[in-house]
Nanobody, 115 residues
Framework: QVQLVESGGGLVQPGGSLRLSCTASGRIDGIVAMGWYRQPPGKDREFVGGIYSGGQTKYADSVQGRFSVSRDIAWKAAYLQMNNLKPEDTAVYLC?????????WGQGTQVTVSS
């Protein structure tokens, strides 16, 4: 059974940085993607960024140039580096990992950007 554990969320001031981590308690066979989503208060969940088995990365327009997704060599952990944070980035951030036809989600971690 795979569980994803997230850490790194918290309260930061505008312009600050945070690095979120997502680690898998078990190995995901045939992993093809790791990604991050977020759900702002009162809004739908939205894609933030992802990294794929071929090494490609994708980002939402709203975070392009500010956020970056990375992983460890063993595909056991995903990271989201968030720079130049804005109040609009306030949301619950969720990690997602995709294996052979199966996807796993983290519990979500709160990121609040406020002065």
């Amino acid at each position: 059974q795979v569980q994803l554990v997230e850490s790194g969320g918290g309260l930061v001031q505008p312009g600050g940085s945070l690095r979120l981590s997502c680690t898998a308690s078990g190995r995901i066979d045939g992993i093809v993607a790791m990604g991050w989503y977020r759900q702002p208060p009162g809004k739908d969940r939205e894609f933030v960024g992802g990294i794929y088995s071929g090494g490609q990365t994708k980002y939402a327009d709203s975070v392009q140039g500010r956020f970056s997704v990375s992983r460890d060599i063993a595909w056991k952990a995903a990271y989201l580096q968030m720079n130049n944070l804005k109040p609009e980035d306030t949301a619950v951030y969720l990690c997602k990992m995709v294996g052979w036809g199966t996807e796993y989600w983290g519990q979500g971690t709160q990121v609040t950007v406020s002065s």
